[in-house]
């Protein structure tokens, strides 16, 4: 009896045991929320923005260096504030009536524009590069997640979205389709050959190529391209054909422990802009009947510049295709603006607005508007001189490395003795007085740019 009754016993702690251990895991379990019972917006703050954007040097805060360009902290507890009903600080995306996310407008709301990097209903638009900058591409399932939240309303709390979208890892667009090369006698194509982007480096190049005309051309439409995770490409002219870079050579601007070249960032002196963009790819066409004037044998200074930010090397590469048009057709030269203030004087340890006047001597026609300063200088701002809209601000950049490049949807007309002002403040840490020059340590305030005359 006393065996039967203590195996009883053990069998009635054993099976209490087990129970126990049942609802032990039951517990567990229910300790990792379900995703779906988990609002989108914070499965979005999660899986996406704390991990892939609000890092260092990128949208973690308002100290990160890139933040005077792009103005958006995505860290958690602020994001979303920061983005719905907000408009976005990209020149075109807020013309074209965008805001940062607009509640059931996937379409209207740059975030989904800036993750979708093949998206083709924004191509051609100045709405900047793919996100994350310089990181790998996201799953195309986080991206129709995002997509379902914007169209759901946006909302701060509930499920809106299916969370198992969040594990889908397809990327679309990993591969890169160079743009194919004009045929005989329709343009000329230039390109930066592949190159390699080191972990955790950005890597900004110049080379000098030949555009390739025996004679004069005019290009009436320009196409760029470049892979992921570039900032920008950029062709350039020369102010001086007399001392150029050697052809096809490839000068960095920044040596391989991220010091500045300095040999470099001379020869950037002698730039004039001639065409670029910031986004992964643009079509650009001057108006009807106006074309740009490429003078036979002529060179460009071609800039481009990555960013990667992870563990293995990236490649870099980018064209831009130039359509001529023969001159009969051409009824308006498109020259190029460069207007510049050399008059400068920055005092040391202090903060000073720089302003000066360009009044043309005949009508113009504003196309294209950037400009070009030094480290120094923490905000450019272009506006009308003269005229009944004298005053209006036309431009603004707030990042002297990478200027927006703003293409006016309609030409800006500016009268015979009307003309541009630029007004420029700079910050000057340094303890002496800094002055116009061509060297880094010098500074520089230009406004380059489009136009033709106006008939």
Known sequence: ??????THLGLCLATSMLLLNMVSCKQGATDSPDPADIASFDLIQQKILTTSCATSGCHASEKDASFVQHGLVLAEGVAYQNLVGVDPKNSEAKADGLKRVKAFASLESLLYHKLNSTASHHSGKQYGNPMPLGGALLPDGQIEFVRRW????????????DAALLDDKNVTGVTYEPLPVPTAGTGFQMAIPTFDIQPNFERELFSRKMVGNTQDVYVNRYETKMRSGSHHFVAYDFRSKTVLPNLNDVRDLRNADNSLNLATAL???????????????????????AALLIPAGASLDLNSHFVNKTTGVMKGEAQINLYTVDK???QRVVQTLDLGNTSLTIPGNGRVTLTKSFTFSQARMILTLTSHMHKLGEKFVIKIKGGSRDGEVVYTSTDWEHPDIVTLKTPLALQKGEGLTSEITYNNTTGKVVNFGLTSEDEMGIIFGYYYEAQ
């Open 1 to 6: 009896m006393n065996f039967l009754k203590y």
């Open 150 to 161: 914007i169209e759901a309303g946006a909302p701060k709390t509930g499920s809106v979205a």
């Open 267 to 289: 020869t950037m002196s002698n730039h004039v802009y001639l065409a670029g963009s910031q986004a992964q790819y643009q079509d650009y066409t001057f108006p009807e009947g």
């Open 328 to 330: 009969s057709k051409v």
